[in-house]
């Protein structure tokens, strides 16, 4: 089993930053594909960014169209942890941000993601 924790989430003005941290635990193989999604309330769950790597490919890397060139996703191999950097927030931003692994290759489906966090709320004010 593989656990995972975000944390980062909080408050912040339209136009600032937050770092969101994804830790994970247990039994991992070497390759894995991590990612972020988010959901407003009364809303789907939605795809965010994905970072995917094994021993041959290395690392690559996945943004939904509404982030691209201001969330960033890396990961941290020593620490067992993938971060989203988000820059340039805006209030649509705003919602529960959780973060999600599979084996294998990148996809979007969120059903082939087996193991979930807990979730992470980011508030952006305008």
Partial sequence: QVQLVESGGGLVQAGGSLRLSCAASGRTSSRYT???FHQVPGTEREFVAAITW?????????YADSVKGRFTISRESA???VYLRMNSLKPED???????????????RQYEYL??????????SS
């Fill in 94 to 108: 705003t919602a529960v941000y959780y973060c999600a692994a599979k084996s294998g290759p990148y996809t979007d």
């Fill in 54 to 62: 094994n021993g041959w490919t290395g690392d690559i890397t996945y």
């Fill in 79 to 81: 620490k067992n942890t």
């Fill in 115 to 124: 193991y979930w966090g807990q979730g992470t709320q980011v508030t952006v």
């Fill in 34 to 36: 991590v990612g972020w």
